[in-house]
């Protein structure tokens, strides 16, 4: 999801609605009985602090991100140890980057509000084909056969690789509340991670049913960060390597990569 400042600005009392409905979110939550897991940080690692991040996936033990904003969004491949920009190849100054993964030997990357996605070759980051789908697009991840792409609503939209048709859609819900406002995503195992946009806390979903199954405390994090913007640097990057069955977390902006251990239910 885009940084505040960069959607033409909501008017106040518009954004003071974003802010109550967040934090409604948030009270149902604690309310409810979904089991809240903690995070153990493992290891540190460097991170581009000026890459608006939006998309974060590992394969084969190279770290893909995807990055935000007007005139700064890319696609970028990165040494994990280092922090370092091995590959990466830009948008042009009117595209805002959003969510990504790989699938096969391509990625996948969509866009904010241009209703278009981009294929890339995974090795050269070279450009392949476009695909569109409707309304806005966040995160986007994948569970091996079908798409599956965040729109900032409740909803989750599972497309078809090779040509964006919608297979199936699927409503988040706590309880009997709607998770609203989720954004860059993470399938794992049958579970979709998702982050929630403004919130410290990141949802366990059932790929089948959309019912969450617990919730991640992530706000440990933030004692590990300094950030220039703290309202709008977010948390914003779930990677999980499948061959190492290691978690990675980062967020926009932020000049740290950590692996992370979940601890609790």
């Not at 890459?51 to 491949?77: K, P």
């Amino acid at each position: 999801m885009p940084a505040q400042s960069s959607r033409m600005m909501l008017p106040v009392v518009g954004f003071a609605m974003l802010i109550a409905a967040t934090a409604a979110v948030w009270a149902f939550a604690r309310d409810t009985e979904t089991p809240v897991a903690a995070l153990r940080v493992v290891q540190t690692y460097p991170h581009d602090p000026v890459a608006f991040t939006q998309g974060l996936v590992i394969r084969d033990g190279i770290l893909n991100e995807s990055t935000g904003l007007l005139g700064r969004s890319t696609v970028r491949q990165v040494d994990l140890k280092t922090g370092n920009v091995v590959k990466s190849v830009a948008f042009d100054n009117q595209t805002f980057g959003e969510g990504m993964t790989v699938l096969g030997d391509e990625i996948f990357v969509v866009t904010w509000q241009s209703k278009t996605g981009y294929v890339l070759d995974r090795k050269t980051l070279g450009y392949k084909r476009t695909f569109r789908y409707s309304g806005e697009g966040w995160g986007l991840t994948d569970d091996g056969k079908h798409l599956i792409l965040s729109d900032g609503t409740a909803m989750l939209r599972f497309l078809d690789p090779k040509d964006a048709r919608v297979v199936k859609k699927l409503p988040v819900r706590d309880g009997d509340r709607l998770v609203e406002h989720l954004n860059e995503l993470e399938y794992i195992d049958g579970v979709i991670y998702a982050n929630v946009w403004y919130s410290k806390r990141i949802a366990r979903v059932s790929a089948q049913t959309g019912k969450v199954v617990g919730w991640i405390d992530a706000s440990p994090l933030w004692q590990h960060v300094d950030l220039a913007d703290p309202r709008e640097d977010v948390l914003n990057g779930i990677a999980y390597d499948r061959d190492t069955k290691k978690l990675y977390m980062t967020g926009k902006r932020w000049p740290k990569l950590f692996e992370v251990e979940i601890v609790g239910p």
